[in-house]
């Protein structure tokens, strides 16, 4: 473990009765970094956050937040971390406001943060409304709100952004990115390669409790981009898709002195692509 | 395990709230006000003595109040995933747990008081020491039984089912122990008729303090909270 490792796993398996949750994992996290676990329902995103966040015990290997072994964590951890899940829950019969007074209190925040919170997640004209009347968005951002209203060290993001609109989904992201940059050192499940794309700085590929492949987004897509193609729209509308050799080379090159060329765009894969080859199965 | 004063504080202040805008729990507290007051008005009072209708009324509202004040919160929170943020967010077991059961507590006093008036009871009639000890304790009681009930369940609906039972056996056996002489001793041995007994011979004959009583009740608290320490160590508030 390096001294900017905020989150350390080392060999992290997990069996259940009748299944391996989690198997032999090993990532670090650093401080503003954005880690992803890009995986589809149940590939164990969620289990290795339970692991990490004390709420479930490993079977194997070995684990550590901020420093303290997960087998060590205690209730005074949680003043240094956030939790955003896709079922966290709200007060529904208390205010906007209040939902995040109760924690306020709690973990012994000034008073004025709530305000300042609010103001940040486009909340704070509902902060007299009822928890229980917002809209799903509303709630997601309440809920994120309410995960870094203590200034986290570290954050964990289950799906925080899951089925929720477009708009909404952006907000979210700006918020996320934001706090990276804060020096936030985030972990983010997603089965979203989108939401990956943009977020992570590094993310690991998850299969049935396996990383199965680890970088950036780009060394991903990068690696498994074999058959170099490029995409081009031609000045007459047609669109032509070329492996690349001399001849395609000579082509565009006659395209772009004529002019005739419009766009030409890189074929490598998706994230989706990617994982489809790495597992043989979809990002659903 | 430490405490925090100001994480019990701020569990008190969400519990307090959370009593009071919940009407399945307000339910047991308001029905013993209503049925004692609507029994007082409208029934001989040859019948409906002072002494039954606060017996019915502590009943309502220390047995059947403090089961539902422990359990339907504590299911409530399961339910819409709020235990689980909240345990996640540095309050421990011990915080959650004393921070939640004296807003239950102050409750089932302040309604125990008010209920000697609106039975038409002289509060010089009252012992008052051991008519609040009494019936503070088999609140208690009634409330960790009520978290015993929390912790197996995963809903308020389930919470409810498991509590309907117990909640008739608590009730049901001291209001009719004086159909046979069986269950007036089945009911001698339970902290609900125990607190019934008592409240009727302060009223009618002069009260002084017995061993059996304090026995049942002492009995009674304890094994409530040896069983639910069990089930807490077992399973948590909120176990996977």
Not at chain 1, 59 to 67: P, Y
Not at chain 1, 82 to 93: A, F, P, Q, R
Not at chain 2, 219 to 231: D, G, H, K
Request: charge should be positive.
């Amino acid at each position: 473990m390096t001294q900017t490792d905020l989150i350390n796993v080392q060999h992290l398996s997990k069996h259940f009765k009748d299944h391996s949750a989690l198997k032999d994992l090993s990532f670090s996290i650093k401080a503003g970094e954005i880690f992803g676990f890009l995986g589809p329902s149940g590939a164990g995103k969620t289990t290795t956050i339970k692991i990490l966040t004390g709420q479930l015990k490993q079977t194997t290997g070995s684990a550590s937040v901020l420093g303290v072994p997960i087998e060590k964590i205690n209730e005074a951890i949680y003043e240094q971390i956030g939790i955003v899940t896709h079922n966290s829950g709200l007060y529904d019969k208390l205010s906007v406001y209040k939902n995040l007074e109760i924690f306020a209190k709690l973990l012994g925040i000034n008073k004025s943060r709530i305000d300042e919170i609010l103001k940040r997640v486009g909340l704070f004209e509902d902060r007299n409304k009822a928890a229980g009347k917002l809209s799903q968005g509303m709630r997601q951002r309440l809920v994120l709100a309410r995960a870094v209203l203590h200034k986290p060290k570290v954050l964990f993001l289950d799906e925080p952004a899951s089925g929720l609109d477009p708009s909404t989904q952006i907000e979210i992201h700006r918020l996320i990115i934001e706090l990276k940059n804060n020096g936030t050192a985030i972990f983010l499940t997603t089965h979203n390669m989108e939401e990956a794309d943009k977020l992570c700085d590094h993310l690991a590929l998850l299969n049935d409790g396996k990383i199965v492949e680890t970088g950036t987004p780009r060394e991903l897509r990068l690696n498994h981009n074999k058959k170099k193609r490029y995409k081009i729209l031609l000045k007459n509308n047609e669109e032509v898709t070329l492996s690349q050799s001399m001849e395609t080379t000579q082509k565009i090159n006659w395209w772009m002195t004529s002019n005739e060329l419009v766009t030409i765009h890189s074929c490598e894969p998706t994230l989706e692509t990617v994982f489809l080859e790495v597992t043989g199965r979809k990002l659903i | 395990m430490n405490l925090s004063l100001r994480k019990i504080n701020a569990i008190f202040q969400l519990k307090l709230q959370s009593i009071i805008t919940n009407v399945s729990i307000m339910v047991a507290p308001m029905l013993a006000v209503g049925f004692v007051l609507i029994m007082k008005i409208s029934m001989p009072k040859e019948v409906m003595t002072g002494a039954f209708l606060l017996g019915f009324g502590v009943l309502f509202n220390a047995i059947m109040g403090g089961i539902m004040t422990g359990s339907y919160p504590l299911a409530e929170e399961k339910e819409k995933n709020t235990l689980r943020v909240l345990m996640t967010s540095s309050v421990n077991g011990a915080e959650f747990i004393i921070g939640s059961i004296i807003p239950s507590i102050i409750m089932i006093i302040i309604v125990n008081i008010i209920l000697v008036p609106i039975a038409g009871v002289s509060m010089d009639k009252i012992n008052w020491p051991i008519y609040l000890i009494y019936t503070t304790l088999s609140g208690f009681i009634s409330i960790l039984i009520g978290y015993i009930i929390g912790i197996y369940s995963k809903n308020q609906m389930q919470a409810g089912n498991l509590s309907m039972p117990i909640l008739l056996i608590f009730t049901m056996t001291p209001m009719f122990q004086m159909i046979n002489k069986t269950i007036q001793n089945i009911a001698s041995y339970t902290y609900s008729g125990t607190i019934i007994n008592f409240i009727n011979n302060m009223l009618t004959i002069k009260y002084t303090v017995d061993f059996k009583d304090i026995t049942v009740l002492m009995t009674w608290l304890i094994l409530s909270i040896i069983v639910f320490i069990y089930a807490y160590s077992k399973h948590g508030l909120d176990s996977e």
